[in-house]
Structure formats: structure tokens, C-alpha cells
């Protein structure tokens, strides 16, 4: 759900955070008091284009943020990984978009920066908004197949066809690569026999170049290690100042000084461990030069060695570990070059098998949706009698196409709302308020099965009044069981259906206006609805009252 959202210098708003709650919200207001911001808002942070007339006379940025609570929303944590975004923190998503009158655009999710694509990608998990905006997912025919889907229940069906066609577009993937003239047969051949060569000759350990190239320190340094361990052994018990001779100086100091004060023999002892202890670095050194190896011949063997793994490093992987990988996948390529005939009769054969799984996955497939459209259309045909539709013909047509993930159909929602005119696509559908209330009867229909949580409506209840106008906010009701969903509305009987209720107003201060949002609680809700019922009279009001107390 849309937990915040925070604008600044978008059009008549300064400054205005608005804290929102699960279900559905109604928003009201006289016309022209800014009600569309909200949308524009929303619009800008999910990924539209920022026209820079939207900011604020007199700033020099506009600023929209959201915080988003996605918890249960299982498409977004992979979505960010392939983005390259930040993970959300305790499921809580935040979105930001900044941009100037220069035409400079800045967005963010999670703090990171994004590009306009991946928050047009964010955004389509997360909202849709209905009515002269176009974010409709619902329009587009992928989408529309998978509600059917969805819908049937044929999820598993779906995963299972795809998974079919993955495995024929591999198999098919194969035979292509082994399909080329005799010139280029024999280059490929030759490359990759020289590969597997070079590469099996080397014979590689994965593990090995960390060791080599240590040992190869080594060996370069011996010269240098056999010095350092000479003149450390040297300082420790060789030459006129060393230090076992001035510790064997002491003993005898020490020695005399506890004859005289037994207080002090602790001090003798010490000396003595300090004088095994340098006896035992003494021999530890001269052991240590006695095994460093001054041989030419182990040092050339390294270098060499080096050389090799460097150079195959370079043209077949960043470690040795993908240099070996390489080499088994070239060996098994000239595997498959060298039985170039077997292998494409074999490859034909798989190819042929996996099309008859994928084919007879995707007519049950076919068939099953074939047998859920006309419950579908038929659900979506009442709810839309019920929002004034009466004569309105729905329908859905399901036509073959091309295998893709989705199956071999293609699937169009079609819409008629008057007798003897032909039923279009929605995405045709010229009027704004017949589109809100098809995509309000799709939502009703399809509310358990629909994945995206926050649903905005705008011009909804346009030309509806009465009755119809009730069953509008019914629907958004009962849709906002399973969602959050926001209304901008005109009609008070759709107003009186929000769990919650915010209302825009627009005041002029110091000769600049400004539009501001409020939630609207008890008295001042029912001031509202008696407002857009046409006065505050007392009729106004008590008809208000009834109307919340029958919506609730």
C-alpha cells in the first residue's frame, strides 16, 4: 500500500505530506481545487514524463516522494536485483523524483539513483491509475491474458507451457549453431580443437595460481631471504654485540644481585627464558635458510608457469576456475562439431518431442481458457449493468498466435457501451468515464486474482448519478478489501462508501494560492458530503448523515 507521499512546488502545492490507510479512500473538493495533483503526484514519482510548466511559480525544483509498504509483493525484491537498486528495508520501498525547470530529472529508490525506466518498471507492479492517465496495465493484452489466467486458475498450466518452449527454443538454439557451410565448419573445428589443446595441456588446477604465484615470490627472493635470516641470526648470537652474549652478561649480573636480595631471583628467571627463547629463534632461523631453495631452474619452471596461466586468463577467463569451465564447454562443442550429422538427427528428435509437449500443453492450455471466458464475461457484464452499462455488451476473444511464455494465444478484451455499436479494444475506448467504470467492473471481477495493490480512479463517476453512483461505491468498497484504492469522486453517494475520506481545498494568501489535502473525520465528513449534495442546510446534512450510516 502507498503509505506517504510528500510534495513540493508542484503546481498550487508548496508543501504537503499526506499520510494514507489500507482500503478505500475518497477524495473530494470544490472544481478546480488542485484534486488531479494527487494523480500528477503519483504519476511523476511512478515514472511519467515531468513537463516543467507543472513547477511551482517561483521554485527552483519539484520534489514528489513515497514511501511504499510492499510487504507480500513478491515480484519487487527481484526486480530490484536485475535494476542494480537497493533492497527494501522491512518491506518499506521509497521512491523520490526531483526535477528542475532546466529539464533536469533525478529519481531515487531506496537512495539509490535510478533511471526513469526502472521506476516506470517499479511502478507498474505497484499502481494503477484509471482515467485520463494512461498507467492502465489492464490495457495491454499480455496483461489481459494473464487475468484470465488468472482467473482459471491456470497459472501452473502457463509455467508448465513456458517451460516447454524454453526447452525448445534450446534445443533449436543447438541446431543452429550446428548448421553452417564446410569453410566455416572447419575454422570452428580447428579453433576449437586448438582451445581444448591449450587448455587440456595445461593441465589446471582451480586452486593452483594463488600457490604459484607465491611460490614464485619466493624463489625470486631467495637471494634476499637467505640475507634477511643471516643478519638476523647474526644479531641474535653471532658477532661481538649479539644478543646472546649480552644476555649471558646479564645472567651473571642477575646471578650475583639474588645472592644478595632472593627477592630478586624472579628477575634471574626471566632472563633465563628470554635466553632459551632467543636459542630456540637462533636455531629456528638457521632452520628456515637451510630450506630456501637457490635454484635457477625451479625459478624458470615458475615464470613459465605464470606466463601460461596469465595468457590463458586472458583469452578464456577472469580465474582459472572459468578457464577450465571453458574448456569443457569448447570440448563438448567439438564433441557435438566431430558427430556433426548424429547430432542434429538427435537434436531433430528432441526438438520434435519437445514440440509435441509444448503443443499439447498449450491447446489444453487453449481449451481451458476457451471454457473460462464465458464466466468471465459474464461476471464483468453484471457489475458493469450495475454502474449504468444496461445495454453494454463485454466480451473477450482469444486468437492464435505465435508461441511466447505466455502460451499460443492472444487475448483482447472488447467493450460496446451502446446496442448496435460494434464492441472495440479498451485501449479505443475514447471516453475517460467509460473507461474508469470498465476498468472498475474488471477490478470488482478480478479483485482476488489482481496483483497490483494500490488502484487510483479519476472521472469514475462521470455522467453517473443515483443509484449507479451508489454501486460505484460499493464496488470501490468491496474492492478495497484486497486493496488499497483511491477515488477522486464528485458524487457524495461514492464518497459515503470510503473507509476514509480527504478533502482538497484551495486558499489564496498574500496574493499566492495555494491547494492543501486534509482527512476529513465526523462533523467536517459530513459537512463535506452535505456540500456535494448541494448546501449545508439541515437537510443537506441529516441526508448526509444517512448516507454514511447506510455505507457503513
Known sequence: MLVSLRIKN???????????????????????????????????????????????????????ESVFNTRGLDALPPLLEELGLEPCSDSQLLLKRVFSPAGSNRQ????????????????????????????????????????????????????????????????EEQKRSLVMDEKEFQQQLDLLAHQVNEIE??????????????????????????????????????????????????????????????????????????AAQLNDLARSLADYASHIEMDPDRLQFLSERMTLIQG?????????????????????????????????????????????????TGNALRAARQKAIPKLTQTVSRHLRELGFTQSTFSAELAPCEPTSSGMDAMDFRFAPNP??????????????????????????????????????DEVDANVGGEVGNSVGEKMAQIGKRHQVLCITHLPQVAAHGKTHMVVSKTVE?????TRIEPLESEKRIEEIARMLGGKGDTALKHAKEMLRQAS
Open 10 to 64: 508542484l503546481a498550487l502545492v508548496e508543501d504537503l505530506s499526506l499520510d494514507l490507510d489500507k482500503g478505500f479512500c475518497a477524495i473530494t473538493g470544490e472544481t478546480g481545487a488542485g484534486k488531479s495533483i494527487l494523480i500528477g503526484a503519483l504519476s511523476l514519482v511512478l515514472g511519467e514524463r515531468a513537463d516543467r510548466d507543472w513547477i511551482r511559480s517561483g521554485a527552483d525544483s519539484c520534489t514528489v
Open 108 to 171: 531515487f529508490v531506496n537512495g539509490s539513483p535510478a533511471t526513469l525506466q526502472a521506476l516506470k518498471q517499479i511502478g507498474e507492479l505497484l499502481v494503477d491509475i484509471h482515467g485520463p492517465h494512461d498507467h492502465q496495465s489492464l490495457l495491454r493484452p499480455e496483461a489481459q491474458l494473464r487475468i484470465l489466467d488468472r482467473f482459471a486458475d491456470l497459472e501452473k498450466s502457463r509455467a508448465d507451457f513456458a517451460k516447454h518452449l524454453l526447452e525448445l527454443r534450446r534445443i
Open 201 to 274: 595441456a595445461a593441465r589446471l588446477a582451480p586452486d593452483e595460481e594463488e600457490k604459484i604465484e607465491n611460490d614464485y615470490r619466493l624463489a625470486t627472493n631467495s637471494q634476499k631471504l637467505l640475507d634477511l635470516a643471516g643478519r638476523a641470526r647474526d644479531a641474535l648470537s653471532e658477532g661481538d654485540s649479539n644478543a646472546t652474549t649480552s644476555i649471558a652478561h646479564a645472567e651473571r649480573a642477575l646471578r650475583d644481585l639474588a645472592a644478595i636480595d632472593p627477592a630478586a631471583a624472579a628477575l634471574e628467571e626471566s632472563n633465563q627464558s628470554l
Open 312 to 360: 590463458l586468463k586472458r583469452k578464456y577467463g577472469k580465474n582459472l576456475a572459468e578457464v577450465i569451465e571453458f574448456g569443457k564447454a569448447a570440448s563438448e562443442r567439438l564433441r557435438l562439431l566431430q558427430g556433426r550429422e548424429e547430432s542434429l538427427a538427435k537434436l531433430d528428435a528432441e526438438a520434435a518431442t519437445a514440440k509435441r509437449a509444448m503443443e499439447k
Open 420 to 457: 448496435g455499436e460494434p464492441a472495440k479494444p479498451l485501449r479505443e475506448i475514447a471516453s475517460s468515464g467509460e473507461m474508469a467504470r470498465v476498468m472498475l467492473a474488471l477490478k470488482t471481477a478480478l479483485a482476488d486474482q489482481d496483483e497490483v495493490p494500490v488502484l487510483v480512479f
Open 510 to 514: 498574500k496574493g499566492r494560492t495555494f
